[in-house]
């Protein structure tokens, strides 16, 4: 499979530079040139596979000649096997709805079904390219975690995470920063979200800096991570209630790369009807989605940290696919978006992107009541987020069969979980130890000068 980015369309590039850049030189992101659909018959051959079997098949068509499947069989086995669960994800009933646990990993959200993956991807390429790289990565709260503990301990690379400060759960930076291991450096900026993700661009953008650091990124727009998440909209498909009946998927979403990735295994040929975007507070998708007004708006702190996002970057895919693949007009729109804040979404195009997606915004009290009212008729802890992904159901009403990814453990954010419920949300005993270690950040100004002086003095 060859790539190209979402800005020219024209150059093609193979996985393994897509992997290690993250990002395309012209700003860009990846995107495959072509796209195989599986029939029918294909997707039923699938159904009985176990998880990491399905994942097999699903990732070797992306991945070209990165690695062969022989390693890719083994690099798959060795990430999954730190899961909790033997399938690594858990569909269960919950009412007229199923709710996807994708939370058993070591950090408790589902980033490190992607994330695990990718940290072996990274040995397996430093392994065979004798050189030394650094990761720069900015987090919501989960994404940090989940990329340290993938990265940590393994040779030839350090890892950078910026969380913003005092704006992640404590449960979500002890799960960052009492770590021991001597290449991971964890940066809390003064600022939001978004400030760190904008100091992590401006780092790759400068390119003096990125290629004297041989800067790699980690983030939600990484290809590899999209990949490696398609696989559990294929296998929760299979175990669905009603079979051979196409399923709705909720996705609380912030960058838009997992709901992405759902969209992705749609574009493969899975039987899905529609995805629906779910937000908080911080609701440009659900503007977007709903009214055609992506304009971005000023950030707001919430309960569901991990979703508190103004600008989504996978939203770039989508926009490339509603303009045909024209990358003319994608970067047309990318620019308005950057010049003005703000993109208008035409009606025509409106109506292609409610074809495949629905969305939905949820304010902090009613997160808190649908915990509530979920716990006291199922005796189920739904985390702020996933409660989020379960309500957006009952407002976008659609009925089918229903699936809400639970995207994170309820113990990351036992403070929502106590106000909600009055219940101490307990981590598993596994990583009890975390609440009593020493932890290690440093806090810097939200200026790229000093964030890009801090990290070369650690390399
Ligand atoms: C990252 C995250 C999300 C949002 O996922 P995106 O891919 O950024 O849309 C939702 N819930 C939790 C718990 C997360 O960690």
């Known amino acids: 499979m060859k790539y190209i980015s979402t800005r020219n369309s024209k150059e093609t590039f193979e996985f393994k530079e897509v992997f290690i850049k993250g990002l395309a030189d012209d700003g860009g992101l990846f995107i495959p040139q072509s796209l195989n659909k599986y029939s029918d018959t294909d997707i039923n051959s699938f159904r009985e596979l176990e998880y990491n079997e399905l994942a097999k098949k699903i990732i070797s068509t992306f991945i070209g000649d990165f690695m062969n499947e022989n390693d890719l069989s083994k690099i798959i086995d060795k990430s999954y096997s730190v899961f909790r669960k033997k399938n690594v994800v858990n569909l269960i009933e919950v009412g007229d709805r199923s709710v996807l646990e994708l939370f058993h990993g070591p950090t408790l959200a589902f980033k490190d079904v992607a994330m695990q993956l990718l940290g072996n991807f990274y040995e397996y390429y430093l392994n065979n390219e004798n050189q030394k790289i650094n990761i720069v990565v900015a987090t919501s709260g989960d994404t940090g975690a989940a990329a340290i503990d993938a990265i940590k301990g393994k040779k030839n690379i350090n890892i950078f995470v910026l969380h913003p400060h005092n704006r992640v759960s404590s449960v979500q930076r002890k799960l960052m920063t009492t770590g021991k291991e001597q290449n991971v450096f964890n940066i809390a900026i003064n600022g939001n979200f978004d400030d760190c993700q904008n100091l992590v661009k401006s780092m790759f953008a400068d390119k003096s800096f990125s290629n004297e650091i041989k800067m790699s990124g980690v983030n939600s727009i990484n290809w590899a991570r999209i990949i490696a998440q398609s696989v559990y909209y294929f296998y929760s498909y299979f175990l669905a209630k009603k079979k051979d009946e196409p399923v709705n998927f909720s996705v609380p979403t912030g960058n838009f790369g997992d709901v992405y990735a759902g969209y992705l295994a749609k574009k493969m040929g899975l039987p899905i009807n529609k995805l629906i975007v779910a937000t908080n507070q911080n609701d440009i998708l659900h503007r977007a989605i709903s009214k055609g007004s992506y304009e971005v708006e000023k950030v707001a702190e919430t309960i569901s940290p991990s979703m508190d996002i103004q600008i989504a970057s996978n939203f770039e895919r989508l926009i490339y696919d509603l303009n045909n693949g024209d990358d003319m007009q994608t970067i047309n729109v990318m620019n308005d978006i950057k010049e ?81 419920i009055n219940l101490k949300a307990e981590l598993p005993k596994e990583l009890m130890y975390i609440l009593s270690e020493k932890e290690n950040y440093d806090i810097i100004d939200n200026n790229v000068d000093k964030v890009k002086q801090h990290i070369k003095e650690r390399i």
């Open 340 to 420: 003005k804040g703000k993109y208008i979404i035409d009606q025509q195009r409106l109506d292609r992107i409610n074809s495949d997606f629905l969305s939905s915004k949820m304010n902090e009290d009613e997160v808190l009541k649908t915990i509530k009212e979920v716990y006291e008729k199922f005796d189920l802890v739904l985390d702020p987020h996933s409660a989020i992904g379960y309500g957006a159901f009952d407002k976008v009403n659609i009925s089918g069969n229903n699936i809400v990814l639970a995207t994170a453990h309820p113990c990351k954010f036992p403070d929502a979980i106590k106000n909600a």
